[in-house]
């Protein structure tokens, strides 16, 4: 289980499995902190929309609780800060949280290794980034492979209330980057036309970067939540556990001996009778 889903640190109420029905924290720092820790430059606007640039700006990073749609988290890579973008990623503001940080940490590493990386567009003669790579973590954890209408490969979640589409043939690259109607397509909820929540990603993103996402995605472990922020929505088909405190680690053997000399140096001083075991009772006395 990656670090930042330490079921042990986290604070919340209950725990919410399957964690693709979790909902959002409404919090964005976390989905900011991988690329803050870079040094990217950190803006906001008068609306209260948060915008992340990489130092090259050739990636550009938006927390938009005030945009145009429900697109909360948008993500844009460009081969000429100038010139459109090469691919994007949307996040809608029901999407778990741990998802998008999944996504901005895998991001990070990418940078960090240059524009080879995080602009590696997939191939499928490559290994190393063929889309089925992306795929592999849902099916290795009981996904099943679905195809719901001609042109589109699919995988669902065993109780069908979670999917990831993959179209094939040619798609329009700005529809992709606006609407819904992108190459990668991961969801949650009863329906796909209504989704509790829904993430897309272009034709050209990165496979690493999509695989990071699933691999969070179909995670066994719970997350974490507030019980009074859990949606009726996830309360009425996920399962929710009491989070109960950690249990207090066992005594160690210097703390029973430090609790020990605590007590004796607590005690009273007492005068005690010396007695020994050659001691003789008293004479009685003459008679009167």
């Known amino acids: 289980m990656p670090p930042h889903d330490d079921l042990h640190t986290i604070d919340g109420d209950v725990y919410v499995s399957p964690r693709y029905l979790a909902g959002s924290t409404a919090i964005g720092d976390p989905g900011f902190a991988p690329l803050r820790d870079l040094g990217w430059e950190l803006t906001n606007d008068d609306l209260g929309n948060a915008y992340l640039n990489a130092p090259d700006r050739k990636v550009r990073f938006g927390y938009l609780p005030e945009g145009e749609d429900d697109g909360l988290w948008r993500i844009n890579a460009y081969q000429d800060p100038f010139g459109p973008p090469v691919w994007g ?7 778990p949280t741990e998802f998008v940080t999944a996504f901005t940490t895998a991001l990070a590493e990418a940078y960090e290794q240059g524009p080879d990386t995080y602009l590696a567009a997939p191939d499928p003669r ?4 063929g889309p089925f790579l992306a ?3 849902l099916i290795n954890r009981g996904w099943q492979i679905d195809h719901p209408r001609w042109g589109v490969f699919a995988v669902r979640s065993a109780d069908g209330l979670a999917g990831l589409e993959f179209t094939t043939g040619a798609l329009d690259p700005e529809t992709e980057l606006t609407t819904r109607d992108a190459r990668w397509q991961l969801w949650a909820g009863k329906s796909l036309d209504r989704p509790f929540w829904y993430a897309t990603a272009s034709t050209d993103t990165p496979v690493a970067l999509v695989r990071a996402v699933t691999e969070c995605v179909s995670d066994l472990a719970p997350l974490p939540r507030w019980r009074q922020d859990t949606h009726s929505y996830v309360e009425s088909m996920a399962r929710l556990t009491p989070i109960l405190p950690p249990p207090p680690p066992a005594p160690t053997p210097l703390d029973v001996q430090r609790a020990v000399a605590r007590r004796t140096a607590a005690l009273p001083a007492t005068s005690v009778p010396r007695w020994s075991t050659t001691s003789r009772p008293a004479l009685p006395g003459p008679r009167r």
């Open 89 to 95: 990623v949307c996040f809608n503001d029901s999407s």
């Open 126 to 129: 490559s290994k190393d980034r």
């Open 135 to 137: 795929v592999a973590p």
